[in-house]
């Protein structure tokens, strides 16, 4: 991380702590740099070397016995910027090494097994990178703004959630899980923005409005939420989203600073280097 860039690491600035109150961010700040979009999206950009080979290298320890993974969890309400933390934040990254997955509403199979059943499926396999673009969140969040579950239910759900990622994290898989804050007005702009691009127009959805009259019952739920089920383990962090860039580096950088962590290294090999770069120049 360049020590010029940031005042203060974006994974302890963004981190949830207690007392949180979602309330008291500003969506529209970029907390930890001093920088503007052009030189920003630069570091971003620059970064993408590092995030390569940590990713490589996490690829690489897999082949050789080791559990590591990736969970990338992203929230936030619609047009929020998580299809861009997709392509900004993880661009550099080998495409083979990264999966990416949004739970929709649950097919009629899906609907006869527990809400984790499908989400279990699509865990990261050790070496590998998962991206949940949308999540398993969405049973405690949308459940709750449209009274689709009780409340003994829902907290039922918060428990089953921390026992679940517990489970993953136990089994060698980091995970973070990141909400992206926008305001209610930058939020209105995009939507806007949208209905007038002939390329966006496939993105728009009539409900997302409806979403808008729901507002501060989303923001209450993201708040139980989010109080609930940060843990060690599986930390969340809620990032300013109404700046692109700064979500976007944010982020990235909240997943080097994860993958530095875990002090991998490219294995060494099991067979005499000497001797076999010898048989290859002589064949």
Do not use: C
Not at 38 to 45: E, I, M, N, V
Not at 205 to 227: C, F, K, M, T
Not at 261 to 266: K, P
């Amino acid at each position: 991380m360049s020590k010029t860039a940031w005042s203060e690491k974006p994974s302890d600035l963004n981190r949830l702590k207690p007392g949180f109150k979602l309330k008291d961010v500003d969506p529209g700040s970029t907390p930890g740099i001093n920088a503007t979009k052009r030189s920003g999206t630069a570091l971003r950009l620059k970064q993408e070397g590092t995030l390569r080979e940590l990713q490589g290298k996490l690829f690489a320890d897999s082949t050789v016995g080791g559990k590591g993974s990736l969970l990338l969890v992203l929230q936030g309400m619609d047009t929020s910027g998580k299809g861009g933390i997709v392509t900004h934040s993880l661009a550099g990254m080998s495409a083979s090494g990264v999966m990416v997955h949004g739970f929709k509403a649950p097919s009629p199979e899906e609907k006869k097994h527990g809400f984790l059943w499908r989400v279990r499926k699509r865990l990261p396999e050790p070496g590998m990178v998962g991206v949940f673009d949308r999540s398993h969140y969405e049973d405690v969040l949308a459940a709750r703004v449209r009274h689709l579950a009780d409340p003994k239910t829902l907290d039922r759900r918060y428990h089953q959630i921390n026992t679940f990622e517990q489970q993953a994290a136990d089994n060698g898989t980091k995970i973070i899980k990141v909400m992206l804050l926008m305001s209610e007005e930058e939020q209105r702009r995009r939507l806007v923005a949208r209905l007038r691009r002939p390329s966006k127009l496939w993105k728009y959805n009539p409900s997302d409005v409806d979403d808008r009259e729901l507002w501060r019952q989303h923001q209450e739920a993201y708040q139980i939420a989010l109080e609930r089920t940060s843990t060690h383990h599986a930390p969340w962090y809620v990032v300013p989203a109404d700046h692109k860039w700064y979500s976007r580096l944010a982020v990235q950088q909240i997943i080097l600073e994860t993958l530095q962590e875990l002090n991998l290294d490219w294995p060494r090999p099991d067979y005499d280097l000497a001797d076999e770069r010898m048989r290859v120049a002589g064949t």
